[in-house]
């Protein structure tokens, strides 16, 4: 059999120009073609006087291998030096420039929030090039994990008995330097001052995260990154961000992102929509996401903008058939005139108070006797105090919304794009 051997030896002709290193239909000229239609100032990007000290670097040159190199996953400076010199789309992207890894980690760091403003530009493009339409939005979310560990959150009581344990050591710490003074002997300075410095600096790091909690109004607050809250994914449960995302139904482009420490998407919903709105500089249509959204009172702000909401109920989510049940809320009638349920069997159950915390009312049998003597006992309820019935706040929004839901078939035009946002979001 025959083999298909390579030679190191044969001569061979590089292309004369690096242009000729990529073909025409190369994906990367697509990041060149991009970076170059942008505007450095309006996203932020420090651009210095190119006639004062020694040359830098081309801004735009910077901002095409850190974008290109994230849309490999590539986060590490180091990584994305090594590709200038041996992949052939890096060098033909940064025209032969070889920039060392301290160089692209500066640059990062002096424009984390351009880099961001970058997005918003990218679908102002899009619009313009009608690859977005911004008729119809999807919205999703997905936890991120933050650079800190879980058992560094603590809470505000452990906070502070563990500031008590660290004052009482820097005293005895003081009580003993003092001795060894009086004494001129045994013990060592060195370890004592070290351990002193540490003490200190502990000390520090706990005050700052106890002003942290008291300003944000938190529970419990992680020593290591204070903005980072404890989420549960798919991965278990770790010190991280939830990071949302905004696409357009006709190409799946993003439309705008956003990082929240908010452990789940319940209240998310119309704030991110009105974000999108923002980048696109119009409303939106329609406006789509998974049940993790479905939360009445937070819809309704972006129904009553006229916006067609589109996100289904927890029950429809499950996408199993629910057994017909001849004693389930569908079955009583709702007295609008006297604010009352009226029962299958023609009783009626009256407002018994509403939860402020649940935005919900709560109705009751009349009387509970009512119940326990009706031949339903024990189907339409077990209750003691007999049936009750929660009515929300916005229940006739709901019931709405219910009406619009429709298959999501769309979504995974987000579920492909989160893949690539997560390393964006990570700079």
Same mark, same amino acid.
């Given at each position: 059999m025959l083999y298909k051997t390579g030679n190191r030896n044969q001569i061979s002709m590089f292309p004369s120009t690096i242009d000729e290193y990529v073909s025409e239909t190369d994906p990367v000229r697509a990041y060149d073609a991009f970076v170059e239609a942008l505007s450095l100032d309006e996203a932020g990007i420090k651009v210095g006087n190119p006639n004062v000290g020694s040359p830098a670097y081309d801004p735009k040159s910077m901002l095409k291998l850190l974008l290109y190199g994230y849309s490999y996953g590539w986060r590490s400076s180091r990584k994305l030096e090594r590709a200038t010199h041996h992949n052939m789309s890096f060098i033909w992207l940064m025209g032969g420039l070889q920039p060392d890894h301290k160089t692209i980690a500066r640059f990062r760091k002096d424009n984390k929030d351009a880099l961001r403003k970058v997005l918003v530009q990218l679908s102002r493009i899009c619009i313009k090039l009608n690859l977005i339409e911004g008729s119809t939005l999807f919205l999703d979310g997905t936890k991120i994990r933050g650079n800190a560990s879980i058992n560094q959150t603590r809470s505000q009581a452990w906070l502070e008995i563990k500031l008590e344990e660290i004052d009482k050591r820097i005293e005895e710490l003081f009580v003993e330097c003092d001795r060894i003074d009086n004494m001129e002997n045994g013990g060592s300075f060195v370890e004592m001052s070290d351990e002193l410095s540490n003490q200190k600096k502990l000390k520090e790091k706990i005050s700052n995260a106890l002003e942290h909690l008291k300003k944000e109004s938190l529970t419990k607050v992680n020593l290591t990154d204070n903005e980072s809250v404890n989420m549960k994914g798919r991965q278990g449960s770790h010190a991280g961000y939830n990071a949302q995302v905004v696409v357009d139904?006709?190409?799946?482009?993003?439309?705008?992102?956003?990082?929240?420490?908010?452990? $789940? +998407?319940?209240?998310?919903?119309?704030?991110?929509?009105?974000?999108?709105?923002?980048?696109?500089?119009?409303? #939106?249509?329609?406006? #789509?996401?998974?049940?993790?959204?479905?939360?009445? @009172?937070?819809?309704?702000? $972006?129904?009553?903008?006229?916006? $067609?909401?589109?996100? !289904?109920?927890?029950? *429809?989510?499950?996408?199993? !058939?629910?057994?017909?049940? !001849?004693?389930? @809320?569908?079955?009583?009638?709702?007295?609008?005139?006297? +604010? *009352?349920?009226?029962? !299958?069997?023609?009783?009626?159950?009256?407002?018994?108070?509403?939860?402020?915390?649940?935005? *919900?009312?709560?109705?009751?049998?009349?009387? $509970?006797?009512?119940?326990?003597?009706?031949?339903?006992?024990?189907? #339409?309820?077990?209750?003691?105090?007999?049936?009750?019935?929660?009515?929300?706040? +916005?229940?006739?929004?709901?019931?709405?919304?219910?009406?619009?839901?429709?298959?999501?078939?769309?979504?995974?035009?987000?579920?492909?794009?989160?893949?690539?946002?997560?390393?964006?979001?990570?700079?």
């Open positions: 139904e006709k190409n799946g482009l993003i439309v705008n992102t956003d990082v929240v420490n908010i452990n $789940t +998407d319940f209240n998310q919903f119309s704030k991110q929509i009105e974000l999108a709105n923002d980048v696109l500089e119009k409303k #939106c249509e329609t406006a #789509c996401a998974d049940a993790g959204y479905s939360n009445a @009172k937070n819809l309704k702000k $972006t129904f009553d903008n006229n916006i $067609t909401v589109i996100v !289904p109920s927890q029950k *429809q989510a499950l996408h199993k !058939p629910s057994k017909e049940n !001849p004693f389930s @809320k569908e079955h009583f009638t709702y007295d609008k005139e006297y +604010d *009352q349920y009226i029962c !299958p069997e023609g009783n009626v159950l009256r407002l018994s108070y509403y939860s402020k915390v649940r935005e *919900q009312y709560r109705y009751r049998m009349v009387d $509970t006797s009512i119940c326990k003597d009706c031949k339903h006992y024990g189907q #339409c309820t077990r209750n003691k105090r007999g049936r009750s019935i929660r009515r929300l706040k +916005d229940e006739k929004q709901k019931r709405h919304w219910k009406n619009y839901m429709k298959p999501m078939r769309d979504r995974k035009f987000i579920k492909n794009e989160k893949k690539r946002l997560s390393y964006l979001l990570a700079i």
